[in-house]
């Protein structure tokens, strides 16, 4: 994911998941993107090609067949942006002919029979110039060229992720404000109705560790609005990633971890069995010590209230 095909690859899955979440039905959704990796794979291209045939005036069709509005979604505009992005990059660092390399066709010869006429010979100089400009002002004029990037990399990664965690961000203060001034189950319905684009997108970025504590943050509050919001996590496939992230030894997002399991497991209690299997357990019995052990008070700020909310959730 360091690298710009990687990272386009990674936000090209992103942008499919959160596309085909949204307007494919709920079991076709779980059938085609979520049961098996090679079809998951095939229907996200097909998503892509769908969408460039249908702008051929083609109608390409699949089976089973999958509804309209894929191709017109307004997330692929984010795709474009990425694209966009990423060629800019490459092109800035030099690695798309930018810089002073300017592309030009090769002249035909002259209908000269050896083609070295004084003609063809100033016609091949000024090529050259236009092809390579520094030529004109010598080699001790030359840019400084730039070791900072020897792997053949852009410096900087796409924004993608950062503007999709802060639009799911915004959206989650619009729901937290909704659910505290009408706290019903109509409420909560319109909710479930409107839930956030960019849920699929979250799960993707829990795969980043620099975006994975802001993340697992934004998760837990969207956790927060209700059973039915645990529910919509774990349809979309947030069970296996934070299962993973639990098993870890990081303590950096580890009293999130546990607020998050937390909802879970009060929504599902048999996951408790896929906990013991995991041998992920023995993390809730630490976290009883929250706050209780010095190294663990001076390596946070939390108080003593929170401390003990931390206790409450693992137990």
Not at 22 to 45: C, I
């Amino acid at each position: 994911r360091k690298t710009p095909l990687g990272e386009l690859n990674w936000i090209f899955t992103a942008v499919t998941d959160t596309i085909a979440w949204n307007v494919l039905p709920s079991p076709l959704f779980q059938r085609l993107f979520r049961q098996d990796l090679l079809v998951a794979s095939m229907f996200r291209n097909f998503l892509l090609a769908d969408r460039i045939m249908r702008s051929l005036n083609c109608t390409p069709t699949s089976m089973p067949p999958l509804p309209a509005g894929t191709s017109c979604h307004g997330l692929w505009s984010a795709w474009d942006l990425a694209v966009e992005g990423c060629l800019s990059g490459l092109m800035r660092e030099g690695l798309l002919g930018g810089g002073n390399t300017i592309m030009v066709p090769m002249a035909m010869p002259s209908a000269g029979a050896g083609g070295n006429s004084a003609d063809d010979q100033k016609a091949a100089g000024l090529r050259q110039q236009v092809i390579n400009p520094s030529i004109q002002q010598g080699q001790q004029n030359q840019p400084p060229t730039n070791t900072k990037n020897s792997n053949n990399t852009p410096n900087s990664a796409s924004p993608f992720f950062a503007e999709q965690l802060t639009a799911f961000q915004i959206w989650l203060d619009f729901a937290s404000s909704s659910n505290t001034t009408n706290n019903t189950s109509n409420s909560i319905s319109n909710s479930l109705q409107c839930s956030p684009e960019q849920l699929p997108v979250v799960l993707q970025v829990l795969l980043s560790q620099p975006h994975r504590v802001r993340a697992l943050i934004l998760l837990r509050q969207f956790l927060d609005l209700g059973p039915w919001a645990v529910n919509l996590a774990l349809t979309l496939g947030i069970f296996p990633y934070v299962l993973k992230l639990l098993q870890s030894q990081l303590m950096e997002y580890k009293h999130v971890l546990i607020g998050i399991w937390a909802k879970i497991l009060s929504f599902d209690p048999s996951c408790q069995l896929d906990l013991v299997e995991g041998g992920a357990l023995n993390q809730f019995i630490d976290h009883l010590n929250w706050g209780l052990n010095k190294a663990n008070s001076t390596a946070t700020t939390h108080n003593t209230e929170d401390a003990a909310e931390q206790r409450i959730m693992a137990a």
